[in-house]
Structure formats: structure tokens, C-alpha cells
């Protein structure tokens, strides 16, 4: 109990790591084919186009939201930031089809664990785009999102953003 009302403001890390939720390559937020996105309307961050359907999350955090169509991903990692992964553009019409979910809300999570499947050719047949954005949802709360300079991620060990929250 004391340790709550008590505990020091560095057991919170002020910075953390993201790594590839996805095994792809990396493109602009800006290059996304959804003003949404590309305009950063819901936060700043990255795209990967992704070359497998498999989604692991990218930070050790909990799970806050999975869609229930099973194309999104809401992880709320140590340090406060509010982490959306959209899988593919205009995927929430497939309602779920091709979709599998290993976690739910409130799930406790590693980075690297299997958080979404999904049947990449159907997403391809059905979809925009398999272009998934991995967004910071509350910048607001941060200081800085910075893009690690990669072309080609590895899901679970290609670290792909630096986010400091603000103190």
C-alpha cells in the first residue's frame, strides 16, 4: 500500500522501445493510402507492409482494446503510451473473416507475444491494403516520437520507434 502512495517516479520508464509488430517492410505514415493515417489524424508513427500474418506486440504493456472485428489492437505500454495496430486499411468491413485474436483486454503482454493471426490472401483479396499503421494514439502525452531508420523488420526483434513520455 505505501509503495503506492509512496513509490518513486522513476519506477515509471520515461522512454521506451517499439519493435516490428510485423515481419515487413517499413513505409512513411505519410505513404499510407488513408488521409486518416497519412494526415496522422490519430497520432504519429509508422507503417509496415507486411509480408506474413503474424502480429506481436511490440512493447511489454496491457492490452486496452481489441476491436471486435478482431483488425485492431490497442496496447498501453509502461511508460503511458497509447499504441494502435490497425491491420491493413478498410479491413473492419471483412468483420473478423480471416481474423484471429491471441489476446483480450487486459491481457498482460511481452513484447514479442502473439497478439493477432490473420489470413494475409484474404485480407489481400478483400481489403484496401495490407499496409498495417502502428500509431502513437496520445502523442499529446509524450515527448517525443522518434522513427529508428529501418527499410526491412523483423516481428518481435527490429526496434522500430523510440517514445519518451513527457515527465
Not at 38 to 46: F, T
Not at 47 to 66: R, T
Not at 156 to 167: D, M, R, T
Amino acid at each position: 500500500m505505501f509503495k503506492k502512495l509512496f513509490g518513486k517516479k522513476e519506477d515509471v520508464p520515461k522512454e521506451i522501445i517499439l519493435y516490428a509488430p510485423l515481419t515487413g517492410e517499413v513505409t512513411p505514415l505519410e505513404n499510407v493510402p488513408d488521409p486518416v493515417f497519412s494526415q496522422k489524424m490519430m497520432g504519429d508513427g509508422i507503417a509496415i507492409n507486411p509480408n506474413s500474418g503474424e502480429v506481436v506486440s511490440p512493447v511489454d504493456g496491457e492490452v486496452i482494446q481489441v476491436f471486435p472485428t478482431k483488425h485492431a489492437v490497442g496496447i498501453k505500454a509502461h511508460n503511458g503510451a497509447e499504441i494502435l495496430i490497425h491491420i491493413g486499411l478498410e479491413t473492419v468491413s471483412m468483420d473478423g473473416e480471416g481474423f484471429e485474436a491471441h489476446v483480450s483486454e487486459g491481457s498482460k503482454v511481452k513484447a514479442g507475444d502473439a497478439l493477432v493471426s490473420f489470413d494475409i490472401d484474404k485480407v489481400i483479396e478483400k481489403a484496401k491494403s495490407t499496409i498495417t499503421p502502428i500509431i502513437i494514439t496520445n502523442g499529446d502525452h509524450m515527448s517525443e516520437v522518434k522513427k529508428l531508420s529501418v527499410d526491412e523488420v523483423t516481428a518481435g526483434y527490429s526496434p522500430i520507434l523510440e517514445v519518451v513520455a513527457k515527465q
